[in-house]
């Protein structure tokens, strides 16, 4: 028998008032105001309208009713996209609550999202930027945090953090002491994934973030600030049993997301993207960059981030290397914090030196965002003052009166090409120096220490160095009295002047 109409209308007055339930799929669901926070949509918690949902592929916005329904996929997770002036509640591991698996595993069903107004959000924000934490080890893991994070507990201005791939070396059974690390900072914490966050014995591309895909959520996502959008993606295409075993590059559903979310994004907003793999790497295939430059063309104030390199270095894509939007693209390629893979001779606590292969201490990046899509990035030397920015190296003594043929050299962490460095001698008029692609003499130093080592300094030695991308040098004067002479170098970053000293002694010789 068909019920009444009245019936019909009864029940769906009842169901409207009924908080919404968990369910086993995640393809449809609710997002609602979490008032109490408890995570639970209790009586009188009411559902949010127009908050976007996706898979990675498709997006959708809630109706009035807070219910959303995506179409069907074959993406392993669903989230939320945060809107700003909201906050996600803390998963049980202390990652923002904000994804779902595509559908409930065994009794996990799907509960529905839950999300906290945020009162007075800023528009100028500080976000943490690490890459490359890369453990092999319980051991790795206390590098990581006694040398990255001990130090900024209790003490950082950030209000939002991502780690930019390769979180462990290819061992999936350290997320969780990672995560507990990053998350004792106590700000939301995102994950890029990176080439050794796959699976060993993977397969297929398809099925290689799956210990990720669990522990850490989906591989492409948004996350939305008063002033800012980060996207993250997994930009690393597996290739099993090939050679090379993946390449750089993004799937055709995360082109479909970019194309679907880009241009919703209000105009005055920084969208930053953050990747593992660097658009310049050498694996990153060429039309997958001139497709996302085509999309990035249209944004007014994009900014990318990235990893993978264990260097660090700035990059300002032009017309010549195929970009065309009205300013050059900026892309800050972060600075380890596992640095060198841990290696190198361990300092009085234990922690090994790992200075990079350019020269650059191990450490993180700080993004410094403010309203109509202004920002600034720095770096930070692991456990060390935020004003070293710059480390020299120079030859003890020369001969007076020698040829000038000797050279100060200046490793400029945040430097890039045209960036103009100067110098002194004892106080004496600034002159430039010239920027050089050589390998930092200071980290030549410990290659060949290593070398004339009968046993070993370390675990693993200094990674052999390589051309700098921020290395200057300038010849010092021989013609000037004899004995000690102070030299000062100094670079400005982000209007902030920073300096530092080294000194050389002459001394007479006779042939």
């Not at 993207?273 to 060429?286: C, E, N, S, T």
């Not at 130093?445 to 675990?459: H, K």
Request: glycine content about 10%; charged content about 20%.
């Amino acid at each position: 028998m068909r019920p009444s109409l009245l019936t019909a209308l009864l029940t769906a007055l009842l169901l409207a008032c009924v908080p919404f339930a968990a369910s086993a799929s995640c393809a449809d669901g609710v997002v609602f105001l979490d008032s109490n926070g408890n995570g639970q949509q209790d009586v009188g918690e009411k559902p949010l309208a127009g908050i976007r949902v996706s898979d990675g592929e498709h997006i959708v916005s809630t109706g009035k009713d807070g219910r959303y329904r995506l179409p069907a996929s074959n993406q392993p997770n669903i989230f939320i996209i945060k809107p700003a002036g909201y906050s996600a509640l803390k998963r049980g591991d202390g990652l923002p609550d904000i994804w779902r698996p595509q559908v409930g595993e065994g009794d996990q069903l799907c509960r529905p999202f839950a999300l906290k107004l945020e009162k007075n959000p800023p528009s100028s924000f500080q976000a943490l930027l690490l890459a490359d934490s890369q453990t092999s080890t319980e051991l790795d893991v206390g590098y990581f945090e006694r040398d990255i994070i001990e130090p900024l507990r209790g003490k950082h201005q950030a209000r939002l953090g991502m780690t930019l791939g390769d979180i462990t070396n290819d061992d999936p059974s350290l997320y969780p002491a990672l995560t507990k690390a990053v998350t004792s900072l106590g700000v939301p914490w995102l994950h890029v994934p990176g080439n050794h966050d796959m699976d060993v014995g993977a397969s297929s591309d398809a099925d290689s973030l799956v210990s990720f895909h669990r522990q850490l959520g989906p591989d492409t996502y948004a996350w939305e600030e008063a002033s800012m959008v980060f996207i993250g993606m997994d930009d690393i295409i597996a290739q099993p049993g090939q050679k090379p075993a993946y390449v750089g590059g993004l799937r055709e559903d995360q082109f479909a997301f970019l194309e679907a979310y880009l241009p919703t994004i209000p105009k005055d907003k920084l969208v930053v993207l953050g990747f593992h793999i660097p658009l310049f790497d050498h694996v990153y295939r060429a039309e997958d960059r001139a497709r996302l430059f085509k999309l990035l063309e249209q944004v007014p104030h994009p900014l990318i981030v990235s990893g993978h390199t264990h260097n660090q270095s700035q990059v300002f894509w032009g017309a010549a290397q195929g970009w065309n939007g009205a300013k050059p693209l900026h892309e800050y390629n972060v600075g380890a914090a596992c640095g060198a893979f841990w290696s190198g001779v361990k300092d009085a606590q234990g922690i090994p030196d790992t200075t990079m292969a350019d020269g650059t201490p191990n450490g993180y990046g700080l993004l410094n965002v403010r309203p109509q899509g202004q920002y600034s990035v720095e770096y930070r030397v692991a456990r060390a003052p935020a004003d070293q920015q710059i480390a020299l190296h120079a030859p003890k003594v020369l001969r007076q009166g020698a040829y000038p043929a000797w050279g100060i050299y200046a490793n400029v962490f945040m430097g890039y090409e045209g960036l103009p460095v100067e110098f002194r001698v004892d106080g004496g008029e600034w002159q430039p120096m010239k920027q050089v692609k050589q390998a930092d003499p200071r980290l030549l130093v410990e290659n060949i220490a290593d070398d004339l080592a009968s046993e070993l300094r370390g675990y693993d030695r200094s990674p052999e160095a390589v051309p700098s991308s921020h290395l200057w040098r300038a010849a010092l004067p021989t013609k000037l009295s004899e004995g000690e002479h102070a030299v000062e170098v100094r670079a400005t970053l982000n209007g902030v002047e920073y300096r530092s000293q080294a000194s050389y002694r002459l001394q007479t010789a006779r042939p």
